[in-house]
Nanobody, 124 residues
Framework: QMQLEESGGALVQGGGSLRLSCAAS????????MGWFRQAPGKGREFVAT????????YYTYSVRGRFTISRDNAKNILNLQMNSLKPEDTAVYYC?????????????????WGQGTQVTVSS
């Protein structure tokens, strides 16, 4: 139904920056709460950031607050994650996710659609 595709992952030095993007195929993009999750090797998928469908309210996991910024362009069906001051512990596969008219974007169960992920590696 709805397709998501992440891009922008790369190898970057600690303290550097990356900008991830997620392109969505749906025609009702603005009706979806969007989120970013990440998964490091041997660990579960964890919440990173979300932006809500109805009011563009944003919420971040504590470890990335002040460093990451989530944003969306509804006219272009694009979700972004600007990542600054990157740390080695940010190394993971980053996934874009969409949940139709959902309100609790920090919960993985709220999302209906997922991208395939993009690798972010931060060297020390």
């Amino acid at each position: 139904q709805m397709q998501l595709e992440e891009s922008g992952g790369a190898l970057v030095q600690g303290g550097g920056s990356l900008r991830l993007s997620c392109a969505a195929s749906g025609r009702a993009f603005s009706d979806y709460t969007m989120g970013w999750f990440r998964q490091a090797p041997g660990k579960g998928r964890e919440f990173v950031a979300t932006i809500r469908w109805v009011d563009d309210n944003t919420y971040y996991t504590y470890s990335v607050r002040g460093r990451f910024t989530i944003s969306r362009d509804n006219a272009k069906n694009i979700l972004n994650l600007q990542m600054n001051s990157l740390k080695p512990e940010d190394t993971a596969v980053y996934y874009c996710a969409a949940g139709y008219q959902r309100l609790n974007g920090a919960e993985i169960s709220e999302y209906d659609y997922w991208g395939q992920g993009t690798q972010v590696t931060v060297s020390s």
